[in-house]
């Protein structure tokens, strides 16, 4: 019998000593439970510590951190991730250590330098198995995407491994969970091999790492499965290579698995950069409702604080709704006019505009007017500014640059409209915490009068259509209209996208939650004449 | 006797029919005249395309461009540069297209995936040479970061070349242009062949490319140079693979070759976007005064406005001095003081802030209010908003998000301080341009009373001492101090370095000068424990 622990943890990227205690003392405690701790990809540096790597004093922390957790690997064997050069080149290394030493390295053959990932611009590719015995049982060593391919595994499986230990950082989209089950048990089955898979957990920058780590046996059967968004560290039994059946956590359906996603992302994001508290501007809107609820879920309704910022323009129902959603949620809220500062503004530019019509620059005014003030409470109080927009926005830019852009974090970047109407149902199955009149009102920025977002928009049914077709999944405008769009509406809505590039540059980062995400994921140039 | 043409053109990223356009245009000029010409790398999308290339519609509009580009090359043989996919894999392509077909297609052997290059994220390596015979010279073809090593070189040599046909799309940072030509110069010694050297030039987003095509023989020597920061299209003639000596442009000495690429990326950054003209804050301070005599040489006195915006911190010489400088340039100048915004705004927020002191929260008002006039002139009269930002300041967050960091372009972005001065006495060496006292003046904010910078920030010797180690060397804070600065100055440094890294992420772009500019070029997380 072999005991295999899971040590799904939120590491902190950057923070090689603090990494290190964490897997100290994870060893220290399951010293005399568990034969072998494995913990995540890059355990020590966090994922993805990006340029970090390419500073000489992270080999030195890294080295200095292998030390100390060798020196308190006693009577127990840890599988860390870390980054070190080996002969001149640096790679990506799941590390045995066992008896107060690093007893052997694996070197990751398959470096993703796709989507949000770069790892060529890092690590060389290692190209040799790692089997080592414990107790009566082989195990294989591979790291994350190598799982993905058929070489590591089948170099494992032929040096012999009964286990294969697959360290992780593989961060959420929708429906990732399912595939990479399904991978993980089909590329067990043709290989003959068990599989114990330990992801990371926790939020860094524009990624949520959605932990839901897992054991397959050799036939692809699910033997275990811990939580998801949250630590956990778990135990299994091997016998002879064969895990025992343990907690098999069940699946969140997908609205959940994004709107905890949404959560843990925000809190990490704030509370990683030393923030323990955020504002936000609260308008009787579906996207502001839905951000507040993400918010108070993430850090308590006592770190949360609101501001509605009527104009000239602002129906009396919606500072109605923004008081009512906030009296229950139980955050502090306050009403500050926008009116002064707007009115001070045309009237020190109406000399430089006398002539011209008002136009797109008078509703720019006043949200930006929104951000200062909230930005001003953000820098009074050492609250972090959370902006309200969504994806459908962001993509065609029906947004105010330094106005209701402005902030730190953006929760529903990544999310678009539609789906922001099904999360905020999703959040009010038990009770109405977002006021129904919110989601049932016709959507408006409330910048002129009687305006609507179907003004300037297509309804949203047809803009997210076409946007996941042109953004996620490339397609052109030719094969957009070929799926039954009305060939205006797509080259307009195209032509937007590629137009408010430079927007989206200079957007706060948020959380991915779709197959592409803006930010990382999605690097276009501003300059195009595609 | 063969004649080669190199083809130093300005590209527009995206824009394949246009960029193909040229290429038939070029051909059909130097018919007759030459009998091969070299165009740059990836000519057809121009460089770097990034994700667009991800995109199956911009195959499908390379194949079509290189069929009429085939069509258009008779009597006289194209070499071209484009993606595309060979065998189901994307590949960096230099075609030679001769009677009216792509005759054969060198692939791009050695992939940058480093500094601000992404190529693995895209193309797959090749590994063949690629040689082709025009009269009685036996021609090889390579592309860019072939040349920086010996595998490709080698192969074409043993293949038979006698001269290489480099296509490249290098960016400039300092220095570059010398060390290009000495590399290069190295290689065509050792390997003895001739290199005809075909650079891009122009400006895209962050990067510029300076041009400056060269031919070297194959003893090393430069036998012709061509012109740095503009189009340019030069003959040279081979004779048994030898080149006879052509002009050779003078090399610009460092600071004009700065202040040439800051003129040309501020000048493409506005024009390529569908701008003509820029409006910008003028303060007196250097950096804005600097800002602006790059707008006026990119783009004429005529399509420049600048504003000053006093408040109650606002000294009456900086008034003064901007608008000397504004006449003197000829642009168009307004002053708005920012005081009834301001007002407004801490009126408005009285009850909120009462019992608080003053703190950084009322100067950002300040600057925000800046930001709100400047883009609401931009947003009016279709002008870009110039941010005066310097590498200092952002590199410390010495600088007021969405107040003076507003704006869609940054020219001085890579620029250090220091830098700044050195620059604005490169532009007034034939006339004070930039009036002397704004150059002498101790710089200051002026968002208090008798600010000066000096007050949060070292002097600009040892802050851009410091700046330069951590950032561009990656040197840590112990080796820093090693080198001769005081302790607790280069830990408050450093600490604001990673600190403000948000900050940078929501910044405009602006133009790599030095070996490692913010951008893309230095990938930082902001969550960081380091």
């Given at each position: 019998m072999t005991i295999v622990a899971l040590a799904q943890l939120n590491l902190m990227v950057g923070d090689i000593p603090g990494n290190a205690r964490r897997v100290i003392d994870t060893a220290r405690r399951l010293h005399g439970k568990a034969d072998i701790v494995v913990f995540p990809e890059l355990t020590l540096t966090g994922y993805p510590p990006e340029d970090l790597l390419l500073r000489p004093a992270c080999d030195a922390r890294v080295d200095s951190a292998l030390g100390e957790i060798a020196r308190a690997a006693e009577g127990i064997t840890l599988v860390v991730g870390y980054p070190a050069v080996r002969d001149g080149v640096r790679y990506n290394i799941a590390g045995v250590v066992r008896d107060g030493v690093v007893e052997s390295e694996y070197r990751k053959m398959e470096l993703p330098n796709y989507s949000v990932f770069d790892e060529r611009r890092y690590f060389e590719p290692g190209d040799s198995a790692l089997v080592f015995r414990q107790g009566s049982v082989e195990f294989g060593v591979t790291i994350c995407e190598d799982i993905w391919f058929d070489k590591p595994v089948q170099r494992a499986a032929a040096a012999g491994a009964q286990v294969l230990l697959n360290l992780n950082a593989s961060p959420f989209h929708q429906d990732k969970a399912a595939e990479r089950e399904t991978l993980v048990a089909d590329r067990a089955a043709r290989f003959n091999v068990s599989v114990v898979y330990v992801n990371l957990v926790g939020g860094q920058d524009e990624l949520v790492f959605d932990g839901g780590s897992f054991v397959v046996d050799a036939n692809g059967k699910v033997a275990h499965r811990a939580a998801f968004f949250e630590e956990s560290e778990s135990l299994l039994v091997f016998h002879d290579g064969v895990p025992c059946v343990a907690d098999i956590a069940r699946f969140p359906d997908v609205d959940e698995q994004v709107y905890r996603t949404l959560v843990l992302g925000t809190r990490d994001y704030v509370r990683k950069n030393g923030f323990d508290s955020v504002v936000l501007g609260l308008s009787g809107g579906i996207d502001s409702a839905l951000t507040l609820a993400i918010a108070v879920d993430a850090l308590g309704p006592e770190n949360v604080e609101t501001v509605a910022m009527p104009s000239?323009?602002?129906?009396q129902i919606s500072g109605q709704d923004a008081l009512q959603q906030a009296q229950r949620m139980g955050v502090r809220h306050q009403t500050i006019s926008i009116e002064p500062a707007f009115r001070a503004f045309l009237e020190m530019l109406s000399e430089t505009f006398s002539g011209t019509e008002a136009d797109i620059t008078e509703e720019n005014i006043q949200a930006r007017c929104r951000g200062i003030l909230l930005m001003a409470i953000s820098n009074k109080r050492g609250r972090m500014l959370l902006t309200t927009g969504n994806k459908s926005e962001m993509s065609v830019g029906y947004a105010t640059l330094y106005g209701d852009?402005?902030?730190?974090?953006?929760?529903?970047?990544?999310?678009p409209k539609l789906l922001v109407y099904r999360l905020a149902r999703w959040r009010n199955?038990?009770?109405?915490?977002?006021?129904k009149r919110v989601i049932d009102r016709p959507p408006s920025?409330?910048?002129?009068?009687?305006?609507?977002?179907t003004d300037s928009l297509p309804d949203y049914e047809t803009l997210d259509g076409i946007l996941a077709l042109y953004?996620?999944?490339?397609?052109?405008p030719d094969e957009i209209i070929a799926a039954g769009f009305n060939r205006a509406l797509v080259e307009r809505v195209t032509g937007m996208v590629d137009h408010n590039e430079y927007k989206r540059r200079q957007a706060p980062p948020g959380i991915k939650i779709t197959r592409r995400a803006y930010g990382r994921d999605r690097r276009y140039p501003i300059v195009s004449g595609f």
């Open positions: 000239r323009y602002t129906a852009m402005a902030g730190g974090f953006a929760p529903l970047k990544d999310v199955r038990d009770s109405e915490a977002i006021p920025a409330e910048l002129r009068a009687d305006q609507k977002d953004v996620e999944q490339d397609r052109s």
